[in-house]
Nanobody, 113 residues
């Protein structure tokens, strides 16, 4: 599994940095992603990063979120700035495309106005 951490409660406009830890056997996958699932909605991918650092973002977070990775430490990060209430969700990391066996418990991000 991949373990996400760093969530919490922040006010609108605040920032959080999420971390994702996994084993080398998972990080051998080149493409890693951050996903989120808001109450009553389907899980969506918000950011992805290749092994060489090429990134892509969902339109809803572009310009506010930054994904990064440390291959030597088997870590992936998500820096979230200028948070909005619609960013409230449980955030997960997984490979891209996602694999069922890698879903962890996620980390809750709650943005209050």
């Amino acid at each position: 599994q991949l373990q996400a951490s760093g969530g919490g409660l922040v006010h609108t406009g605040g920032s959080l940095r999420l971390s994702c830890a996994g084993s080398l056997s998972i990080f051998r996958f080149k493409l890693m992603g951050w996903y989120r699932q808001a109450p009553g909605k389907q899980r969506e991918r918000v950011a992805s990063i290749t092994g060489l650092g090429h990134t892509e973002y969902a339109d809803s977070v572009k310009g506010r979120f930054t994904i990064s990775r440390d291959n030597s430490a088997n870590m992936v990060y998500l820096q979230m700035n200028n948070l909005k209430s619609e960013d409230t969700a449980v955030y997960y990391c997984n490979v891209v495309p996602s694999r069922t066996e890698y879903w962890g418990q996620g980390t809750q991000v709650t943005v209050s106005s």
